[in-house]
């Protein structure tokens, strides 16, 4: 039922049950927030967003101040702008004042909540805090002294990634956001996947930089520094250039890599394409052998470590296949390597990914071979970004180029792994080739695409029933494994990513782009399926000299050794 409320003296229409901050923000009114995030429920914690509400003695939050019929609401006046002012000075007073060398100069809420209110003297003063920086994790570095205890980072630990790696600890003016005993992240349960790097609104979090020794690596004479980029990218970096959110950047992107100094640029779509061939072969395998089903993507490092920590009974049950990114390092310094005629000692292999849990699985044991490490160094999109403008380089003025061979052309399927469904759905597509020897005519299938945590579908191929799911969000992917626990037996596939919406909206992604934003990113990489003229991995003629010159065949020995990996119980210390 609607009825009319007042705002700064305006009359707007209001929904029941709605609150003043949705109404707000539908209307066009912004308030200012620290603690809000959308979609989950409100703590009112920063107090921030406090309006005046007439006949209320105090100020009300209004992320979680229900509306009601006649309620009359100032969103700016005096009392409610002093009031966020005092508590931008009160979170100040402690805080580091570098911020000219900070990883979220001009980018930081915080940052940006002082310049609004005019902040521009100290008029109260605190002890600053003598936390160390924690750069014990791979993937992650944690600034304690830059937590302002919105409590962001652990609602997306908890009730998105199912981890709870990090909470509140200790009491009162002593409570920080910590791991178990505010031990190092490296001993925690944390998975990398960066999620809350995205949320925080300040630099207590960024990821751990790989450029200073890939610069060196460049500068090396001795080296053939090789670069690849995930599929995500070139659809992720148009604006922080200016440009039309989504827009594919591909070419330009290629023709930059390369005045940076990278000897060889590839599309890791090529090898997207490659995960596909091997995992449909793996899936029909498991199906017609009664293998362990149902079989579980293993693209995602942050899904296989949480899987390794929380998920032991289901580790039979992830796909034996590296991820796309690791596949593409392994060939380089194998096919790419033989072709060229390098020593695969001296190719320096760098991979541009929007997720931290690739630096993660960059360095973990299982990819390394006889002292030759698949990949060198990571990069995610937010320091590819940075980069390029450090290097004064305009993508509006380059001219667009091709990637190089003979590990380049990709198909379609390869391309939109880059969002969550993408990679099921290319699987279905070769799976299916692969059952019946004919290409589906219906190439998309639309109960696998959009940006809901959870979708399933039932596919008939050939009398086979096939039914598979798509999640994203790690409690979500919890949530179903325990209904197959618990006796949900009509699952045969299951694709997980950690990060909602897929890779699009990875955790190396850059901070600040809204669901908008991320959407243009998804239909960008569907209207690139639209009209590519090769869909489908199996009509991919690169992969297809690939198997006959030097793989053999999907599952073989080759392919095996080069391109699939083992998993274990991993015992959480803290």
């Not at 942050?302 to 580790?315: G, H, P």
């Amino acid at each position: 039922m609607d009825f009319t409320i007042e705002v700064n003296n305006n009359k707007v229409e209001a929904q029941k049950g709605e609150t003043i901050l949705t109404l707000l923000n539908r209307n066009g009114i912004q308030v200012p927030t620290l603690c809000y995030m959308k979609d989950m429920f409100p703590t009112g914690s920063c107090r921030m967003c406090v309006v005046e509400v007439e006949g209320r003695r105090n100020l009300v939050t209004a992320c979680s101040e229900p509306v009601y019929p006649d309620m009359k609401i100032k969103t700016h006046s005096a009392r409610v702008v002093e009031s966020r002012k005092m508590i931008v000075e009160l979170l100040l007073s402690n805080h580091p004042d570098d911020c000219l060398y900070c990883e979220r100069n001009n980018n930081c809420e915080l940052q940006g909540l002082a310049n609004t209110l005019s902040v521009r003297e100290r008029r109260i003063s605190g002890n600053k805090n003598d936390y160390k920086i924690d750069q014990s994790s791979p993937s992650i570095v944690r600034d304690p002294a830059k937590c302002i205890l919105c409590g962001r980072c652990v609602r997306v630990c908890e009730e998105i990634e199912g981890v709870s790696a990090i909470d509140y600890i200790n009491r009162g003016s002593k409570t920080v956001v910590g791991t178990p005993y505010n031990k190092g992240l490296n001993v925690s349960s944390c998975i990398n996947c960066g999620q809350c790097i995205m949320v925080c609104p300040t630099g207590a979090l960024h990821e751990k930089p790989h450029f200073p020794e890939i610069s060196a690596a460049i500068q090396d004479p001795e080296k053939t520094v090789v670069v690849q980029y995930a599929p995500a990218i070139s659809v992720s970096i148009a604006e922080e250039f200016g440009l039309e959110p989504g827009k594919d950047m591909i070419g330009v992107l290629n023709t930059a890599l390369r005045k940076i100094g990278f000897n060889f640029v590839f599309d890791t779509s090529f090898s997207a394409d490659l995960t596909i061939m091997e995992e449909s072969a793996e899936l029909i395998d498991r199906i017609q052998n009664k293998g362990r089903l149902p079989m579980i993507t293993s693209c995602c490092p942050a899904w296989v470590k949480y899987a390794e920590e929380f998920q032991e009974d289901y580790l039979d049950h992830v796909s034996s296949c590296k991820s796309p990114q690791q596949m593409m390092g392994a060939l380089v310094k194998s096919y790419f390597a033989e072709k060229k005629q390098l020593d695969p000692k001296n190719i320096y292999s760098v991979s541009i990914m929007p997720c931290t849990a690739k630096k993660f699985e960059q360095q973990r044991d299982e990819m390394t071979h006889e002292g030759i490490t698949d990949i060198d160094a990571v990069l995610t999109t937010r320091e590819l970004v940075k980069i390029i403008k450090m290097y004064g380089i305009d993508l509006n003025k380059l001219e667009p180029e091709l990637t190089d061979s003979p590990l380049g052309m990709r198909s379609s399927s390869g391309k939109i792994f880059g969002t969550s469904g993408g990679v099921m759905e290319a699987a279905v597509r070769t799976a299916y080739y692969k059952l019946t020897g004919e290409d589906l005519t219906q190439f998309r299938i639309p109960s696998l695409r959009g940006n809901e945590g959870r979708k399933e579908a039932k596919l008939n191929i050939n009398g086979l029933e096939l039914g598979v799911a798509v999640v994203s969000g790690l409690q979500k992917a919890a949530d179903l494994l325990e209904e197959i626990k618990n006796g949900k037996d009509d699952i045969h596939f299951i694709e997980v990513m950690a990060c909602p919406g897929g890779c699009i909206n990875g955790g190396g992604q850059a901070i600040g782009a809204n669901e908008e934003a991320v959407m243009k990113r998804m239909k960008s990489l569907y209207d690139i399926d639209e009209t590519d003229s090769v869909k489908f991995s199996h009509k991919n003629p690169y992969i297809k000299e690939l198997y006959e010159r030097f793989l053999g065949e999907a599952l073989g020995h080759k392919s095996h050794e080069l391109l699939h990996t083992t998993y274990k119980k991993r015992e959480v210390m803290l």
